[in-house]
T-cell receptor, first 111, second 112 residues
Framework: GQNIDQPTEMTATEGAIVQINCTYQTSGFNGLFWYQQHAGEAPTFLSYNVLDGLEEKGRFSSFLSRSKGYSYLLLKELQMKDSASYLCAVRDTDSWGKLQFGAGTQVVVTP | GAGVSQSPSNKVTEKGKDVELRCDPISGHTALYWYRQSLGQGLEFLIYFQGNSAPDKSGLPSDRFSAERTGGSVSTLTIQRTQQEDSAVYLC??????????FGQGTRLTVV
C-alpha cells in the first residue's frame, strides 16, 4: 500500500515563495507527480520527478529525494491565480504503475 | 479527441437507481483511471486499466461499483442501486504507460 502526506493548507502573500512538502511511503516507486487543481476544475499536470534532484519549470520547481521518500513543490513569485489545491501523486511499481494521490494542499495567496 | 472526454457532465439520480458514466480517453493512451472526489477532499482511487492487463479494482468501494473498458479505449463506470454517499465528482484520466495523467472535466453525480 501507499501513504502520501502533505499539509492541508498554506497561506502566502502575493510575490512571495511557498514550499509544499510531500512525504510518501510506498511498496515501490516509479515517479512522483505534482498537479494543480482550481476549485471546480480538473487537476492539471505541473511536474514530474523520477530521479533525485530539482526540476525547474518557470516559476515552479519540484524536488525529489527517493532515499527520504520526500518531495517538495516550490512556487515562486506567487500570483493570485496560484490560489489552488496542489496534489502530490506517486506512481508505484506494482499494479503496472497505478497513480495514487495525496489529499492535496490548499494554497491561499493573499494580496 | 484532443483531450479526455467525460459524459454526462452532470447527473442527478434518485436513490436506488443505476447510473452509467462514460469516459473517452486520449487516443493512444494505454492507461485509464477512475477517481472520485467529494467536496473539499482529495482524489480517491477507484479502478485502473493498463493495456490488456487485468484491471486493478482495489479502490472500488463496494460491489455496486463496476467498470469496463471496451477495445482498450472507451470506459464505462457503472454504479448500481445508488446511495446518497455516492454523490461526488467522478474523474477519469488517461496516460501513456508511464507518463503523466490527463484528466477529463468530470461527472458531477448527485443522488437525491
Amino acid at each position: 500500500g501507499q501513504n502520501i502526506d502533505q499539509p492541508t493548507e498554506m497561506t502566502a502573500t502575493e510575490g512571495a515563495i511557498v514550499q509544499i512538502n510531500c512525504t510518501y511511503q510506498t511498496s515501490g516507486f516509479n515517479g512522483l507527480f505534482w498537479y494543480q487543481q482550481h476549485a471546480g476544475e480538473a487537476p492539471t499536470f505541473l511536474s514530474y520527478n523520477v530521479l533525485d534532484g530539482l526540476e525547474e519549470k518557470g516559476r515552479f520547481s519540484s524536488f525529489l529525494s527517493r532515499s527520504k521518500g520526500y518531495s517538495y513543490l516550490l512556487l515562486k513569485e506567487l500570483q493570485m491565480k496560484d490560489s489552488a489545491s496542489y496534489l502530490c501523486a506517486v506512481r508505484d511499481t506494482d499494479s503496472w504503475g497505478k497513480l495514487q494521490f495525496g489529499a492535496g494542499t490548499q494554497v491561499v495567496v493573499t494580496p | 479527441g484532443a483531450g479526455v472526454s467525460q459524459s454526462p457532465s452532470n447527473k442527478v439520480t434518485e436513490k436506488g437507481k443505476d447510473v452509467e458514466l462514460r469516459c473517452d480517453p486520449i487516443s493512444g493512451h494505454t492507461a485509464l483511471y477512475w477517481y472520485r472526489q467529494s467536496l473539499g477532499q482529495g482524489l480517491e482511487f477507484l479502478i485502473y486499466f493498463q493495456g490488456n492487463s487485468a484491471p486493478d479494482k482495489s479502490g472500488l468501494p463496494s460491489d455496486r461499483f463496476s467498470a469496463e473498458r471496451t477495445g482498450g479505449s472507451v470506459s464505462t463506470l457503472t454504479i448500481q442501486r445508488t446511495q446518497q454517499e455516492d454523490s461526488a465528482v467522478y474523474l477519469c484520466a488517461s496516460s501513456h504507460h508511464r507518463g503523466e495523467a490527463f484528466f477529463g472535466q468530470g461527472t458531477r453525480l448527485t443522488v437525491v
